[in-house]
């Protein structure tokens, strides 16, 4: 009652306002819609001619398509079958598991030790980082051809090791039936050691004095200081050159077409596929090898995407 009467006495209740909810501001505003313009051309790109591909590249590996004319009759996992059944498939495989140990373990090596020379500060250091990096800027082919023409018998390091007095030798080098594949490793490696060689001196150069320094203190040597401490810090670099040396390792073409030994002691999955696809135009075939190199590629890569995403999180 007491309230009634106050209403009466103080006139009409002021109306209520209605609430209203604050707008959102969409994201898409701005810099945020500039910077989506113009990776839209690049995210579209992408989507289309390399994912696009790799999914019609699978379904491909499923068809009937082993002759010119086109044939879409699906045949489930029967190139994948066909695939594994065959003896140059396996040659593949060997030559694959021989050629990236090599290969990857020459790279490292090598790369990581003519980097810690480079680390000392030595005279003349840009010279000599440019001799070594200077391979890299060679494509593949002119590099099998000078190769090709160091691995010749009564030539090349034969001839170098005869006229030395090292050994009397004829080795046949990529023309060898068991270790041809080993002798491409070495023609690649010396293409990519370079560039192993500048991850690696980055690497080291980013290290600061004062871990060094420290280390010296606590009575530390040189050798102690690189195991105990540089390599462990130099872990992401060596991650990454994994990487990157067995993709490299994966997807080699070129130099075993300029390399190329007898039969298939130096046959590898890119020159299978594409004598495959574009000598026999068994297609599915070719493509049932192709995405089987990119499972392998995602064996590789998806740890790397895993491990550099969980160290930008933390």
């Not at 130099?255 to 298939?264: D, E, R």
Request: proline share 4%.
């Amino acid at each position: 009652m007491e309230k009634i009467a106050s209403r009466e006495r103080g006139g009409a209740a002021a109306p209520s306002l209605p609430v209203v909810a604050p707008r959102r501001r969409s994201w898409l505003r701005g810099d945020h819609l500039v910077a989506v313009l113009m990776l839209l051309p690049s995210i579209v790109a992408v989507a289309v001619f390399i994912y696009g591909f790799i999914i019609w590249t699978g379904y491909v590996s499923t068809v009937k398509w082993n002759t010119v004319v086109e044939d879409y009759s699906p045949v489930g996992l029967k190139n994948w079958i066909d695939l594994i059944r065959m003896d140059r498939f396996h040659w593949d495989m060997r030559n694959l598991l021989l050629y990236a140990a090599a290969f990857m373990s020459q790279c490292i090596i090598i790369g990581f030790f003519i980097a810690f020379l480079l680390d000392q500060r030595i005279k003349g250091e840009a010279f000599f980082r440019t001799i070594v990096v200077f391979p890299f800027a060679v494509s593949g082919v002119v590099t099998g051809v000078a190769w090709r023409w160091l691995m010749q018998p009564t030539t090349g390091i034969n001839l170098l090791l005869r006229n030395l007095g090292i050994v009397d030798t004829r080795f046949a080098w990529n023309a060898d039936p068991k270790l041809g594949i080993l002798a491409i490793s070495i023609a690649a490696a010396w293409q990519f050691t370079g560039y192993v060689m500048s991850l690696y001196l980055a690497g080291l150069r980013g290290i600061s004095d004062e871990v060094r320094e420290a280390a010296r203190v606590d009575g530390a040597g040189t050798f102690a200081l690189y195991r105990h401490i540089i390599i462990p810090l130099l872990m992401p670099v060596t991650f990454t050159a994994i990487v990157l040396t067995g993709m490299g390792s994966i997807r080699t073409f070129d130099l075993v077409v300029v390399l190329q030994g007898p039969a298939f002691s130096t046959d590898m999955l890119a020159f299978h596929m594409y004598q495959a696809t574009f000598g026999l135009y068994r297609f599915s075939l070719g493509a049932t090898i192709g995405f089987f190199m990119i499972l392998l590629s995602a064996l590789l890569v998806g740890p790397y995407l895993r491990s550099m995403g969980g160290s930008l999180e933390t």
